[in-house]
């Protein structure tokens, strides 16, 4: 699609988010120069990413060892002995 300026992406956001819906990517320009560029999310979208990026942690918190009070506890003492 190539280079829109700011001012034209304004009045313009509409078609051209139904654009970059369709697969079309362009660049914003200020007095000409590019700026930024807009381009389709994937079609797993960013939700889907970030659900493969971190394991399921459960089994290895619950082997964790748990020593003294609850860090809720210990936020709460503190609070009460002005330390913060």
Known sequence: MGAIDVKDVIVKMNSLLDAVSRGESFEIAREGVPVAQ?????KTGPKARNKKR?????AFRASLPVSGKSLTDALLDMREQ???
């Open 38 to 42: 807009v381009v389709p999310l994937s």
């Open 82 to 84: 002005n330390r913060y």
């Open 54 to 58: 971190m394991p399921d942690l459960t």
